[in-house]
């Protein structure tokens, strides 16, 4: 039977994982890489670090499925969304990335939302937001502050494009990439030419990738280099893939009107499926064709969550045990014991979409510990989901489940906390790690196995568990949402001014 790889390029690390035909993991491995961090909200990634990880993950997964290189016919790949990467004619990186959660460009994506173009129209019918992570306000930025890269760069890209070119040879763009985070146009018009003109950088278009592939398109084969380093056949189909929390959507078998996906990592991302566009503001857009043809998808999403609880490790010096804090945080009663968190800690996506938003602790004591601020923190983050979901209601968008996948999964704790504050009940596939089994879905629909995703879909995705509300909990909840609502108003004004704030 032939096989199927899944490359999930997260923010912390890279995930292969080796799939077979009815969506069974077979063999997984996982490869780190660093993030480095300044002041300003800043962070950036090396480009060849993901490579680095990709052979090192994906001969480690054929290990551990003990199978022999040349099953795998097909794989697809998924990484971090606005990940933005320059490169020279030979498609190596002229400077460090700048990751999807870097928040340099917050200046930039004011003047960008201030022109009023025509791209707009998916955000909000033009009213906002736009986002500091998104490719154009970071495009701008280099133009303005390292204008020798962005004359010098052939292409201007993401993580998905830099890979996909080192398997394959190929210059491509991801459809979902590009109709969500750089304005591109399923159909007409195509490239945002009047606003990259109206801001002064004409010149991007022309280092954009030409060719732009729908996930599941087949793109080509693997070079024999790239064969080489991943330990696969040239034969090896590369089928497009996309951002990382949509191709989650496809592995959660998030796919029909009305289905609700949350996708969980170091960020949450809410999107609903719809048959119809609902351009609002507080809500990042809707986007045809970005993953099944001829659907919408609607989009919320919070900065930081996971990367919250990742700081939490790194302040006790990464030595926290998850099972023991998951397990003295849900002997807490809901509240934490007065304790009260915003996770703003990179800024908002979603209702305010604020760059400059930052996180918060209030009401501590000397008596809360750590699983008063692990609890507080997965509280805050249920908050914030409640909020996106509370704006998709006022959209006109109703779901009456959350189709979960991600890290939040493995934390009963957290899967509870969710259900409490939205009041819904929390669905986790089989296989929680969606995005990995997109890309299997993906890869087998691009391979010839599958006619459509949702025919594999079908066979693919096996249901899982279902958490359900606590009626108890849902009423102290309320109290505690309208608190959490209050708390970013009231720090609104208290930020320190931006000439204390280093860029």
Same mark, same amino acid.
């Given at each position: ?6 490359i ?6 890279l ?15 996982t490869?780190?890489?660093?993030? &480095?961090?300044?002041? $300003? /909200?800043?962070?950036?990634?090396? =480009?060849?670090?993901?490579? +680095? #990880?990709? %052979? ?22 998924d990484?971090?969304?606005?990940t ?32 009023g ?7 909000g019918?033009?009213?906002g ?5 998104w ?15 962005f ?6 890209c ?22 969500? &985070?750089?304005h591109? $146009? /399923?159909?007409?018009?195509?490239? =945002?030419?009047?606003?990259l +003109? #109206?801001? %002064? ?22 070079t ?11 034969a ?10 949509f ?5 959660l ?9 949350m ?7 809410q999107?609903g ?57 849900? /002997? ?52 914030g ?12 968008f ?10 939040a999964?493995?934390?009963p704790?957290?899967l ?71 708390l ?12 204390d704030?280093?860029?």
């Amino acid at each position: 039977m032939a096989l199927l790889l899944g490359i999930d390029g997260g923010t912390e690390s890279l995930r292969a994982r080796v799939f077979d035909l009815m969506g069974h993991c077979l063999g997984n491995a996982t490869a780190p890489y660093d993030i &480095r961090f300044a002041a $300003g /909200a800043r962070a950036e990634q090396a =480009p060849e670090d993901w490579w +680095r #990880a990709a %052979g090192q993950a994906v001969r480690a997964a054929i290990a551990d499925a003990g199978i022999g290189a040349d099953r795998i016919n097909a794989m697809s790949i998924d990484t971090t969304c606005c990940t933005v990467v320059a490169l020279d004619g030979e498609g190596r990186a002229l400077r460090p990335a700048i990751l999807w959660m870097d928040m340099r460009a917050g200046v930039e994506a004011a003047e960008v939302l201030a022109s009023g173009d025509q791209a707009l129209a998916v955000n909000g019918a033009g009213q906002g937001p736009v986002s500091a992570e998104w490719m154009i306000p970071k495009a701008l930025w280099l133009a303005r502050h390292e204008r020798r890269v962005f004359e010098t760069a052939a292409t201007i890209c993401e993580y998905q494009d830099f890979m996909t070119r080192r398997l394959t040879g190929r210059r491509t763009a991801s459809l979902n990439n590009a109709a969500v &985070r750089w304005h591109y $146009g /399923a159909g007409e018009p195509g490239w =945002p030419t009047s606003l990259l +003109r #109206a801001l %002064g950088i004409e010149a991007l278009a022309e280092k954009w990738p030409a060719d732009v592939l729908a996930p599941g398109t087949v793109i080509g084969t693997l070079t024999r280099e790239a064969a080489e380093h991943l330990g696969l056949s040239p034969a090896a189909r590369v089928v497009q893939g996309g951002a990382d929390a949509f191709i989650g959507m496809i592995g959660l078998g998030v796919a029909r009107p009305g289905q609700l996906a949350m996708i969980t990592g170091s960020s949450h991302l809410q999107f609903g499926v719809s048959e119809r566009p609902s351009h609002v503001s507080g809500l990042w857009g809707t986007y045809k064709d970005a993953v099944y043809p001829g659907r919408y998808i609607l989009e919320g999403g919070q900065t930081s969550t996971g990367s919250v609880v990742s700081w939490l490790r790194r302040l006790a010096g990464g030595t926290l045990d998850f099972a023991a804090l998951n397990e003295a945080a849900a /002997a807490l009663p809901s509240g934490a014991e007065g304790l009260l968190a915003l996770e703003h800690f990179q800024g908002n996506r979603t209702p305010h979409t604020d760059s400059l938003a930052r996180g918060a602790f209030t009401g501590l004591s000397l008596h809360h510990g750590l699983p008063h601020l692990f609890r507080a923190t997965l509280e805050a983050i249920g908050c914030g989901t409640r909020a996106i979901i509370d704006r998709m209601r006022d959209a006109g968008f109703g779901a009456d489940e959350i189709v979960v996948g991600g890290g939040a999964a493995n934390s009963p704790l957290w899967l509870q906390i969710h259900a409490d504050t939205a009041n819904l009940p929390v669905v986790v596939p089989d296989v929680s790690e969606a995005p990995s089994l997109g890309c299997a879905i993906l890869a087998a629909v691009g391979a010839g196995h599958f006619t459509a995703i949702d025919e594999a879909i079908a066979v693919m995705v096996r249901p899982g568990r279902r958490i359900e509300p606590i009626t108890a909990n849902v009423a102290r909840y309320e109290e505690i949402f309208a608190r959490y609502g209050a708390l970013y108003a009231a720090l609104k004004p208290l930020r320190a001014p931006m000439e204390d704030v280093p860029a």
